[in-house]
């Protein structure tokens, strides 16, 4: 033991202290935590958001206009190899997990319904007229590895994949349309030249302000499934509209943490919850206004919720269920999460979703290969044998939507 200690870098040691403070305060949090954002989280992200336009004031002057990083698509390959690098050493002879989002607290059933009263110019592509999708959602964790959940960073992931979405997509998937988030209205890092390793502690250029708006939404959460969740990166909704995606519990419930958190609480959370009850939760839509104040390629700047409120288009439903089986939990590392699964009315946008398209098929790609498994597009009936019989096994829709609910 103290070989291997003497043995580590100091990036090594500066990373295991960051860990046990983080932990230590997941160990409080949870006193204080939902008081605390209550009363103070808005004003402080709306300091922490004119001080960031400041530091990065937006080239862009026309609704869903897209400019290149310089050299992008080198940089877009240079993080490709580097994380193919990460997952063959860090899996090598194990079972190879995401490189982010990593950690799959459960892949559950659900279905998508669009509202019927979508305001005109938002009926676009999957939300051009009322329909229900079967879907499947994974709930995850940051990455890039799978902690204790006591450990991890605190941001929440959410993939929301509908099934028999008709007409020609934009990559691989021909049925699925995928929709992305995390409980966090923006990325790490506002484009991908920045390095995410040594972004926030970089003494030669030190970005504080973004690590405390990371700060003030990553915490110990109580239940993925009662969590709020943002794209913040931006997608069209047709020609000429640019749209950031939030999706949001109906009925939150504040499950309570015990003091002795278990590694996998978060997954025990959920089951424990579609156990008793299902969950809806709602798929909203936030425009572009000005291109100044909403860029498309800072991935560091939230959108203004008063200046471009976000617009209910679709309700999810998710019935009681288990989905903690075997043979469930390895169909979710069949899936493949893409942003680019999608028809052209959504076109991702930026320079961060036009990483994605590469890095998340390469990476998918070289998962299913060191697992041996297949990549899979899912048709929405799935079952799995080894599954204990409830409602939401057997792929029925969820109560609520049989009865023709909104």
Request: glycine share 8%; proline share 10%; hydrophobic share 40%.
């Amino acid at each position: 033991m103290s070989g291997s200690v003497r043995g580590k870098t100091l990036g090594q040691r500066v990373n295991d202290f960051l860990v046990s403070l983080i932990a230590l305060e997941h160990r409080v949090d949870p006193l204080f935590r939902d008081g605390f954002n209550a009363v103070f989280q808005g004003p402080l992200v709306a300091l922490l958001q004119a001080f960031i336009r400041l530091r990065h004031p937006s080239r862009e002057t026309s609704p869903c206009q897209e400019i290149p990083v310089p050299e992008e698509e080198r940089i877009t390959a240079e993080i490709a190899a580097e994380m193919v690098r990460f997952l063959e050493m860090e899996y090598r002879g194990k079972v190879a997990e995401r490189a982010g989002n990593t950690k799959t607290y459960g892949v559950v059933r659900g279905e998508v319904e669009v509202l019927s009263e979508v305001p005109a110019d938002l009926k676009r592509g999957v939300f051009g007229a009322p329909a229900r999708y079967p879907a499947w959602i994974r709930f995850g964790g940051p990455g890039p590895l799978s902690p204790p959940d006591v450990e991890d960073a605190g941001i929440l992931s959410i993939g929301v994949k509908l099934m028999g979405v008709p007409g020609p997509k934009l990559l691989d998937e021909r049925a699925t349309q995928d929709f992305l988030g995390i409980s966090c209205p923006t990325f790490t890092t506002p484009d991908i030249v920045e390095n995410p390793t040594l972004y926030f502690l970089d003494p030669r250029d030190p970005h504080y302000l973004d690590a405390l708006m990371q700060g003030l939404f990553a915490r110990m959460n109580r239940n993925p499934l009662f969590t709020r969740y943002f794209s913040c990166v931006p997608y069209l909704c047709g020609p000429g509209l640019a749209v950031k995606y939030s999706i949001r519990p109906l009925e939150p419930e504040r499950t309570r943490i015990p003091w002795r958190i278990p590694d996998d609480w978060l997954r025990q959370a959920m089951a424990a919850t579609l156990e008793r009850r299902g969950v809806e939760m709602e798929l909203a839509l936030q425009r572009q206004g000005d291109p100044r104040r909403m860029p498309v390629e800072n991935a560091a700047i939230a959108w203004s919720e008063r200046r471009s409120p976000f617009v209910p288009v679709a309700r999810i439903a998710i019935p009681r269920q288990r989905f903690t089986s075997p043979a469930q939990l390895a169909f979710a590392r069949e899936l493949a999460f893409n942003p680019w699964h999608c028809m052209e009315a959504h076109r991702p946008l930026g320079n961060q979703n036009r990483a994605r398209r590469t890095l998340y098929a390469e990476l998918s790609r070289l998962r299913q290969a060191m697992n041996r498994e297949p990549l899979v597009e899912p048709h929405g009936s799935e079952t799995f044998p080894d599954a204990p019989e409830i409602a939401g096994n057997r792929g029925e829709p969820p109560a609520s939507l049989r009865k023709g609910s909104a």
